[in-house]
């Protein structure tokens, strides 16, 4: 445990940021919350919005993940092509990916098709026969919650990382302003076409709807250094205030105001904003950086992916097992200890030992091809 901080710098030395980690482990707790009292159908105090913000902590994925895997590229330090690019991103993604749904479809047949009195949202996942056609579309990420509720997002991780060498090429080529109106746009168009008819269950569709939000974080990181600029001018006060609005935004609490208006449609943007501003707030301000570099939540964010991919198993098991057995609260001290435990195990086991031979490969393939498309990716990346 004391060796981590260091483990983590060593796996992409001098451009790691350790407290967005941390960040992305407190995210990854609040998925936890969010899906507990989902399946309840419990409504959060506001006091406790905090502790359940599971979608919100998606955004937050999204824009943290454009910003980190653009750094080394901005940086100028990314050499390897664009093949040794892809076998890193499928080890780190998609292995531990597929192991996930292993493990989901085991809980599936051992304490699936149930039938409690509970929400459906509950009857989305675990009640499908497991088919073959199932486990393909699976396999391909479907957004489909059949096996467990927390893979719709992962489509759209694997698609971003697909088109990110283009999206670098073309934001090396705008300004920051310029660039935040194109992401502006492109959610825009998406939104008309919803409401023009078409279905969200489209996945097309939905990348069109969260493609910029990954966008943002890439912008965020090619100019980090002219925010951080603007955040040192910046008033105390003002900074206070700043603060104070993305952690409001990003947990909701304008949309009482919004509700009254009519505006429910601007609240995925106001989140999205909310999370730009704690992503800023985690690097520029000391108190929340120290804290999100501590011990704690330097762990969390280690397992983050872990806990993300097997807590719904976990979740569902212990409903269907404990719902007429056990009170409320035991149940979620056991759902959260458990995740926590088989978090640990799978990032031990499957997730690191993958991370570790994607990038071993990766090696391998840039030290053994040097074809003209692999060129063409690196010299394209300022």
């Not at 409001?248 to 943007?269: C, D, I």
């Amino acid at each position: 445990m004391e060796n981590s901080i260091a483990e983590l710098k060593a796996r992409t030395a001098g451009s790691r940021y350790i407290e967005l980690d941390g960040l992305r482990g407190l995210a990854a707790a609040s998925v936890l919350g969010h899906h507990f009292l989902f399946i309840y159908d419990i409504q959060p105090r506001w006091f406790e919005i905090p502790l359940a913000a599971g979608h919100e902590a998606v955004m937050l994925f999204f824009i943290m993940s454009g910003f980190v895997l653009s750094i080394p590229y901005w940086n100028g330090k990314y050499t390897d092509g664009y093949g040794s690019y892809l076998v890193r991103r499928c080890f780190r993604i998609y292995v531990p990916y597929v192991a996930a749904v292993g493990v989901a479809v085991l809980g599936d047949l051992l304490w699936g098709h149930r039938h409690l009195p509970l929400n459906g949202w509950y009857y989305l996942t675990w009640q499908a026969k497991i088919t073959p056609r199932l486990l393909i579309d699976q396999l391909l990420m479907s957004p489909s919650p059949e096996l467990n509720t927390a893979f719709w997002s992962l489509r759209y991780e694997v698609q971003f990382s697909l088109v990110l060498p283009f999206i670098l090429a073309l934001f090396a080529r705008f300004r920051l302003v310029t660039g935040l109106i194109g992401c502006i746009v492109i959610s825009a168009v998406a939104s008309i076409l919803q409401k023009k008819g078409f279905s969200n269950t489209h996945s097309y569709l939905e990348t069109l709807r969260y493609m910029p939000i990954f966008m943002v974080g890439v912008l965020l990181a090619r100019d980090r250094a002219s925010i951080h600029a603007l955040w040192d001018k910046a008033w105390p006060l003002l900074r206070i205030l700043f603060v104070v609005t993305a952690a409001s935004l990003y947990w909701g609490y304008e949309h009482y105001v919004l509700s009254r208006f009519h505006l429910e449609s601007m609240q995925r943007s106001l989140t999205v904003c909310g999370a730009v501003g704690l992503l800023i707030a985690a690097l520029y301000v000391k108190k929340i950086r120290t804290l999100l570099r501590s011990s704690f939540c330097e762990y969390l964010g280690r397992l983050s992916y872990s806990l993300y991919l097997v807590h719904g198993t976990v979740l569902f098991a212990l409903v269907n097992i404990f719902y007429w057995k056990i009170s409320r609260f035991w149940l979620g001290i056991l759902f959260v200890a458990i995740s926590m435990a088989l978090a640990h195990l799978f990032c031990a086991f499957i997730e690191e030992p993958s991370l570790r031979l994607g990038k071993r490969l990766a090696t391998l393939i840039g030290r053994e091809v040097s074809s003209t498309k692999d060129e063409q990716f690196a010299s394209m990346v300022p």
